[in-house]
């Protein structure tokens, strides 16, 4: 929709796709949202589609970290 859509970190490996995103504060649905359409973005970018891509979101004052799946 025009949007721009930034991860904080995204790693094109040869072999898979990892996106990380940092937060901070409560933990909220909307995050791992966001980090699936990251996943989902990153899938299509080309030579990406076949590749595993894995998200996880890293809550930074809570040192905790959460894997998030693809949004369909």
Do not use: N
């Amino acid at each position: 929709e025009g949007g721009r859509h930034r991860p904080d970190l995204l790693f094109c490996g040869k072999e898979e796709t990892v996106i990380l995103d940092f937060k901070t504060g409560h933990e909220d649905p909307a995050h791992a949202g966001q980090v699936g359409r990251y996943l989902a973005l990153a899938r299509a970018l080309p030579g990406r589609a076949a590749l595993p891509a894995r998200g996880y979101l890293l809550y930074l004052d809570r040192r905790a970290c959460r894997p998030v799946e693809a949004a369909s």
